[in-house]
């Protein structure tokens, strides 16, 4: 069975600081496609990157970084020196072979950066 | 470009009327979803259309929602005698589907208030 969880339900830093939303998956497939979405205050889901189970490579993109460790089937992001337009609502998601055409989505992370 | 569009952005029934919730995919995607989300809640997938194959309704929580979709464009998602319970923030996404990736866009949702 597919499922993603994220455990922290709410995270509350101050701006600058780094921080972390975890991200673990259960699938049984080999191949399969892990999601990051933010959801800011206006509600509509932002897509921030997709990565595929043969790619393990890390990856940057500005303040954002995603680490992905088979190992632990977790997919994990992090926001360096946060500021106040990164408060939103974070969610993983998970899609396989087995699910079909299913998105698994975790319950979301909702990050609170305050001034 | 224009990304996908969801009407009407808020819509409130009463209890036991029937509601058309619509969304306009980003042209060219050929797949399309439909979510739930309660709230301070995860998203809740409810159904699945990619072009002409019979669409994957399992998500759908009972015979009170049906979805149809024309072709590879609009969708329209049908509650029937709305439930309290049918509150909630129903979001519709789009994906342009190729072997192996299935990035989803999401319209900016519709609330749907059941009084």
């Known amino acids: 069975a597919q499922k993603v969880t994220q455990a922290q339900t709410e995270i509350s830093v101050v701006e600058k600081e780094d921080v972390t939303l975890d991200c673990v998956y259960e699938?049984?497939?080999?191949?399969?496609?892990l999601f990051w979405y933010k959801q800011p205050p206006s509600g509509e889901l932002v897509f921030l990157i997709r990565?595929?189970?043969?790619?393990?490579q890390n990856e940057i993109s500005g303040r954002y970084s995603w680490n992905f460790q088979k190992s632990t089937s977790s997919f994990n992001f992090t926001i360096t020196a946060s500021q106040v337009v990164d408060s939103a609502v974070y969610f993983c998601?998970?899609?396989?072979?087995?699910?079909?055409?299913?998105?698994?989505f975790g319950a979301g992370t909702r990050l609170f950066v305050k001034a | 470009g224009a990304g996908v569009s969801q009407s009407p952005s808020n819509k409130v029934t009463e209890k036991g009327k029937d509601v058309e919730l619509r969304c306009d995919p980003i042209?060219?995607?050929?797949?399309l979803y439909w979510y739930r989300q309660r709230l301070g809640q995860g998203l809740e997938f409810l159904i699945y259309?990619?072009?002409?194959?019979?669409?994957?309704k399992s998500g759908l929580p009972s015979d009170r929602f049906s979805a149809e979709r024309t072709g590879e464009s609009v969708s329209t998602l049908t509650i029937q005698r709305t439930q309290q319970e049918d509150s909630a923030v129903y979001l519709c996404?789009?994906?342009?589907?190729?072997?192996?990736?299935?990035?989803?866009?999401f319209g900016p949702g519709t609330r749907l208030t059941v009084l």
């Open positions: 996404a789009s994906s342009y589907r190729t072997a192996g990736t299935d990035t989803q866009y």
């Open positions: 699938t049984r497939d080999t191949t399969y496609y």
């Open positions: 990565r595929n189970s043969f790619d393990e």
């Open positions: 998601a998970l899609r396989d072979d087995t699910g079909g055409f299913k998105t698994i």
């Open positions: 042209s060219g995607h050929t797949a």
């Open positions: 259309f990619q072009g002409n194959s019979a669409p994957d």
